[in-house]
């Protein structure tokens, strides 16, 4: 009777475990001291603080050089439309250098126990998105670091092409804009959507569950809301800038 007592409890210590969301840092931790978004530190932040994975933002530059950076320009130059010759000495607010994909991945290479939450950025057109996605795929294999890469984009070229490219590979779409049914049919195994979607389609979390698509939240921050998501049922993953909220939230 007590070995069936502490069974049950196991089990039931196990299920609550297995319930908890898991914490994805939003562009890195750049809310830390000596952070930026997007900066080899935030990723450094993330892993050192024990997130189980760090999100950043990849776009190609006009010479086909993917960069770590969140936003279509910087310094009001377009990053698609520029070398990278123009872009290498830009500083980030935390006073490191734009960094090279290849570069932010050698310092994945440090901390093996973090996944990598690779958004692919939506490019001018098809062709550049499908360009971006392969890139990214190549260097990704060549690295090793395939086992312990999600991907994630806005676009639905990219997934498509990143599904080609890299067929065991978890990816997710961003856009909201399609029911899990249409996410699952397109072969890719996750939505990650935003707080306004799933506020918009309450359904959404558990149909896409019982679809055994992945489920991400973005991005939610602060306390209550991070709570209200940490609490709900089928979401798997949440992506935020405060990790150290989140951790406070799901230990109480
Ligand atoms: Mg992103």
């Given at each position: 009777?007590?070995?069936?007592?502490?069974?049950?409890?196991?089990?039931?210590?196990?299920?609550?475990?297995?319930?908890?969301?898991?914490?994805?840092?939003?562009?890195?931790?750049?809310?830390?001291?000596?952070?930026?978004?997007?900066?080899?530190?935030?990723?450094?932040?993330?892993?050192?603080?024990?997130?189980?994975?760090?999100?950043?933002?990849?776009?190609?530059?006009?010479?086909?050089?993917?960069?770590?950076?969140?936003?279509?320009?910087?310094?009001?130059?377009?990053?698609?439309?520029?070398?990278?010759?123009?872009?290498?000495?830009?500083?980030?607010?935390?006073?490191?250098?734009?960094?090279?994909?290849?570069?932010?991945?050698?310092?994945?290479?440090?901390?093996?126990?973090?996944?990598?939450?690779?958004?692919?950025?939506?490019?001018?057109?098809?062709?550049?998105?499908?360009?971006?996605?392969?890139?990214?795929?190549?260097?990704?294999?060549?690295?090793?670091?395939?086992?312990?890469?999600?991907?994630?984009?806005?676009?639905?070229?990219?997934?498509?092409?990143?599904?080609?490219?890299?067929?065991?590979?978890?990816?997710?779409?961003?856009?909201?804009?399609?029911?899990?049914?249409?996410?699952?049919?397109?072969?890719?195994?996750?939505?990650?959507?935003?707080?306004?979607?799933?506020?918009?389609?309450?359904?959404?979390?558990?149909?896409?569950?019982?679809?055994?698509?992945?489920?991400?939240?973005?991005?939610?921050?602060?306390?209550?809301?991070?709570?209200?998501?940490?609490?709900?049922?089928?979401?798997?993953?949440?992506t935020t800038n405060d990790p150290e909220i989140l951790f406070n939230v799901i230990k109480k």
């Amino acid at each position: 009777m007590f070995k069936h007592f502490t069974l049950f409890l196991f089990a039931l210590c196990s299920l609550s475990a297995l319930s908890q969301p898991h914490v994805v840092a939003h562009r890195g931790y750049w809310r830390a001291d000596g952070s930026a978004q997007n900066s080899i530190t935030s990723f450094q932040k993330a892993a050192s603080i024990g997130c189980w994975g760090s999100e950043f933002d990849v776009w190609l530059t006009a010479d086909g050089v993917p960069v770590v950076f969140h936003d279509a320009n910087v310094n009001g130059i377009r990053i698609e439309d520029t070398t990278y010759a123009t872009l290498m000495n830009i500083q980030l607010k935390n006073g490191e250098f734009i960094p090279t994909l290849q570069q932010y991945l050698q310092e994945a290479l440090r901390w093996p126990d973090i996944r990598l939450i690779f958004e692919v950025k939506p490019h001018r057109n098809a062709k550049r998105d499908a360009l971006a996605s392969e890139m990214s795929v190549e260097l990704i294999n060549m690295l090793g670091l395939a086992s312990r890469t999600d991907y994630i984009s806005f676009s639905k070229n990219a997934c498509k092409r990143l599904h080609e490219l890299a067929p065991d590979a978890k990816i997710a779409y961003l856009s909201g804009d399609l029911a899990p049914q249409e996410v699952k049919e397109m072969g890719l195994t996750g939505i990650d959507y935003s707080i306004g979607t799933f506020d918009k389609h309450p359904e959404w979390p558990l149909e896409a569950k019982n679809l055994g698509l992945e489920v991400n939240v973005w991005t939610v921050d602060g306390e209550e809301a991070l709570g209200r998501f940490a609490k709900m049922p089928g979401i798997d993953i949440i992506t935020t800038n405060d990790p150290e909220i989140l951790f406070n939230v799901i230990k109480k």
